[in-house]
């Protein structure tokens, strides 16, 4: 169940791999699609049930092992379901509405990226996994938005989502690093059953956890934008 963000993200590749305009390709990235929505639903028999984690370090940094952190529970259940299901219907719709476009498998390759960016994002055990799957996002937007790269347009909004981007990253970023800093830790249990602090910003006392919410949520509307 872990490894669901994997079958997106290979069907992508592989779609990549071979010539771009052919119903081989299509017909890959659309099944690739439905064994992950065909997954999604095999989970909903763990509703209600405990949380699985899975745990493995990512880096170490002067005794603070960083971890990489997924977890299966009610909510991550709920949106891979929903991410799955939205993917399949675009992929679908896209598979007919681009039959003559000569970029489609390129653009079905990119939808595929997409739908395992933000699956790896629904999983997410901790901030830190969290911020991975967010960069992973908003490359593939970038990349999807661009598809018609020679075009002015797409090209111009590509660059604006680049740049609005940008700023999501270093208030989610900066989270990260006040997680870190003051709890050692970016582990969603663990922050949340941690006791609150006030921090000093120049001559304001302010909540650390109000403000590592405000961060996050400031990085949600720059991906909304």
Same mark, same amino acid.
């Given at each position: 169940f872990f490894l669901m963000p994997l079958i997106p993200f290979i069907g992508g590749i592989l779609t990549l791999v071979y010539h771009f305009r052919n119903e081989n390709t299509n017909l890959l990235t659309n099944m690739f699609i439905l064994i992950s929505l065909?997954?999604?639903?095999?989970?909903?028999?763990? @509703?209600?049930? !405990?949380a699985l984690y899975y745990e493995f370090p990512f880096f170490l940094i002067n005794n603070l092992d960083l971890q990489i952190k997924l977890q299966i529970d009610n909510l /991550? @259940?709920?949106?891979l379901l929903l991410i799955n299901f939205i993917s399949f219907i675009i992929h679908r719709y896209s598979t007919n509405y681009l039959a003559s476009d000569v970029t489609q498998g390129r653009f079905m390759a990119q939808l595929s990226l997409l739908t395992a960016a933000v699956s790896l994002l629904v999983i997410s055990g901790n901030l830190l996994t969290a911020?991975? %799957?967010? !960069?992973?996002? %908003?490359?593939?937007?970038? @990349?999807?938005?661009n598809h018609y790269h020679y075009d002015n347009n797409a090209n111009k909004s590509a660059k604006k989502n680049f740049i609005i981007n940008r700023v999501g990253d270093l208030s989610f970023l900066t989270a990260v690093i006040l997680c870190y800093v003051y709890f050692g830790n970016s582990d969603f249990n663990f922050i949340n059953g941690a006791n609150d602090i006030n921090i000093n910003i120049f001559t304001y /006392?302010?909540?650390l956890n109000t403000l590592i919410v405000c961060?996050?949520?400031i990085a949600v509307m720059t991906k909304s934008a």
């Open positions: 065909c997954v999604s639903l095999l989970l909903i028999g763990n @509703i209600n049930h !405990q /991550s @259940i709920v949106m911020f991975i %799957g967010w !960069q992973f996002v %908003g490359l593939s937007l970038y @990349i999807l938005l /006392s302010v909540s961060l996050i949520f």
